[in-house]
Structure formats: structure tokens, C-alpha cells
């Protein structure tokens, strides 16, 4: 199939944002050289440096794979929309450092001493959760490696 049917260089190019392609190339083991062509649509990445570049960039594989549109961040800055993106997203790129798991340990229980006594324990854990949980995920997943 040839490389501009699919927007698989476009994406990966949204998803990276602001950020220079040595930085999310040299995690997954590939030079800015060739990650270029990728971003550019003259190459197509294999199904392991596809997954191993979604996991860095903090997306599903399928979210380069998809057909519809790239997502847009949330325009609303709710914490009902901060809570959903924290349980549907993959965090932080996967070259990031986890938070240690003593740290997220006090956090989790913070969180719960906040929820099982504050007055405010909905307002509390929309300002806590979106970040524990990331932070959680993002562990777990280093853990995993």
C-alpha cells in the first residue's frame, strides 16, 4: 500500500506535538533521519516500531491506525473532562521517568483520607485523580518492560 494512503506520518507528527523528533525517535531506537520519511508519508513503520512509537508518544497504536481525525485536546478545561482523558489516555511518553511507587503510594492514600473525610471529597479527587491515575498507569507500564 503506498505510504500517503495512510496517515500514519501525519499522526505521529500530531501526537509529537511540540516536540522535536530526536526526542520521541531516539527512545524507541530510531535516528531523526528515519523517523522524518515516516512523519513525511514516503515510509511506513513496522507494526512493532508503529506500537513501540504510539507508546512513546502516549497513544494507542490504533490511534495512529484510525481512520477518523486525529484527536483535538478537550477545548473545556472541566475536571469531568480532565478525569475521562486521565482513564482513556496512555499519560506521559513511555522515556519519562515513573514517579516512584513509595511517592504514589502516599498519593493513593491521600486521596483516599481526602475522599473518606472531606466535605469537598467530589472537587478533591477531580483536582487528584486525573494525575494519580496517569501517574499510576505510566508505573505499571514501566514495570511491565
Excluded at 478525569?83 to 499519560?91: D, E, H, I, K, N
Amino acid at each position: 500500500m503506498v505510504a500517503s494512503d495512510l496517515p500514519i506520518g501525519d499522526r505521529i507528527s500530531h501526537y509529537r506535538g511540540g516536540r522535536r523528533q530526536d526526542a520521541a525517535a531516539g527512545p524507541v531506537g530510531i535516528s531523526p533521519d528515519y523517523m522524518s520519511p515516516i512523519e513525511r508519508g514516503l515510509k511506513v513503520p513496522s507494526v512493532p516500531m508503529l506500537y513501540a512509537l504510539a507508546g512513546e508518544l502516549g497513544v494507542p497504536a490504533a490511534a495512529l491506525l484510525s481512520e477518523q481525525a486525529p484527536m483535538e485536546a478537550e477545548s473545556t478545561d472541566t475536571a469531568e473532562a480532565a478525569v475521562g482523558r486521565a482513564f482513556l489516555g496512555y499519560g506521559p511518553p513511555r522515556s519519562t521517568a515513573p514517579v516512584p511507587s513509595a511517592v504514589l503510594r502516599d498519593r493513593v492514600e491521600a486521596a483516599w483520607r481526602s475522599w473518606q473525610t472531606s466535605g469537598t471529597r467530589f472537587t478533591g479527587a477531580a483536582e487528584t485523580l486525573p494525575d494519580l491515575v496517569s501517574d499510576v498507569e505510566h508505573a505499571a507500564r514501566a514495570a511491565r518492560r
